[in-house]
């Protein structure tokens, strides 16, 4: 397998690619990261403008930031580039605020700090991409912002030259500042949705959020916003935000049960749903609890709206609606 240097196809910058035995180019790319790429998809590719690139580099960034260490790469097929292109994710992307930036790219910090105090070895290049900066300057200026709100200490490496590395250290106020925005329990209005990862769960999805969202809550699964964090980081953080849990075994995915479960253990009410011809399936340690067995994903959200309401009563946003 020989390694070229040549451009990345999903951003065109100076990348490493090496072709497999299947039909797939590996790439390291110091923007996108390392992924894998069909043939075919580096045709589609081709045709992106500049706003399609950054959608779909972004993404393949972030996907990879989530991954556990010594996962595969990412896999990068037609169908996820017609995903990105044809889907919100290009809308999404930029409607992110400069806020919100500023918090995701402390939220990177953050998860590659390996302790409080910890020195993060940071080049532009290598993480632009990584809290969705469109190239090194709206890099720089999110570091240069983060440091005059004393959120963060960050030495360059050619002093007053912000051009390549820098040496980056969370102060107590950056923590403090992570640590402010997670705020769950009674006070939340957050509703975390545990599930089976499928696109044929797609409309069960929309169904539990139907029928929270007719309550006054936020649902919120791991993938509905962007974020720097590794997958299990931020699922563990968003079950921290939430007021309650809904966690929807079907298909019996043992993630779905660990996050039920951790949410169990910090006194996170869990909201139990199954399809009714898996119901027999439900593990045997959990079984005792009420679940609401569906049929079709229409019957599901008013059964999660009933519960809801009959368990939490109404959300933040119902009751700002009543005055």
């Not at 102060?171 to 403090?176: C, F, H, I, L, S």
């Not at 959020?209 to 997958?231: F, M, Q, W």
């Not at 039920?260 to 253990?265: I, L, Q, S």
């Amino acid at each position: 397998m020989s390694v070229q240097a040549q451009t990345c196809p999903v951003c065109t910058r100076p990348a490493e690619l090496s072709a497999t035995e299947s039909r797939r180019t590996t790439v390291k790319c110091h923007y996108c990261g390392q992924f894998e790429i069909t043939f075919s998809a580096v045709e589609t590719a081709k045709v992106l403008d500049d706003t399609q690139r950054f959608a779909l580099g972004t993404t393949i960034r972030t996907r990879t930031e989530q991954l556990r260490p010594g996962s595969s790469p990412i896999h990068v097929d037609t169908y996820m580039v017609d995903e990105i292109i044809q889907g919100d994710a290009i809308d999404r992307i930029k409607s992110i605020t400069v806020p919100e930036k500023l918090d995701l790219a402390l939220d990177w910090l953050a998860s590659n700090s390996k302790h409080p105090g910890h020195n993060v070895q940071f080049r532009t290049e290598f993480a632009a991409y990584a809290f969705y900066a469109w190239n090194r300057d709206e890099c720089i200026y999110l570091l240069n912002a983060l440091a005059e709100m004393n959120l963060i200490e960050r030495r360059w490496a050619g002093g007053d030259n912000p051009q390549g590395d820098a040496v980056i250290t969370i102060k107590p106020a950056g923590w403090e500042r992570i640590a402010s925005r997670v705020v769950g329990g009674p006070a939340s209005n957050i509703a975390f949705v545990a599930m089976w990862f499928d696109p044929r769960m797609n409309p069960v999805l929309e169904a539990i959020s139907k029928g929270v969202r007719a309550c006054g809550y936020n649902p919120k699964r791991v993938d509905s916003e962007p974020h720097t964090l590794r997958i299990d980081q931020k699922i563990i953080a968003d079950i921290r935000a939430s007021k309650f849990i809904v966690a929807d075994v079907t298909g019996q995915r043992q993630g779905v049960y660990y996050e039920a479960g951790f949410a169990n253990g910090i006194n996170r009410p869990v909201i139990w749903t199954c399809r009714d011809d898996d119901k027999a399936n439900i593990h045997f340690d959990t079984r005792q609890f009420p679940h609401l067995f569906w049929r079709a994903p229409e019957d599901l959200a008013l059964q999660v709206e009933n519960m809801v309401m009959g368990l939490l009563g109404p959300g933040k946003l119902k009751l700002a609606l009543q005055h």
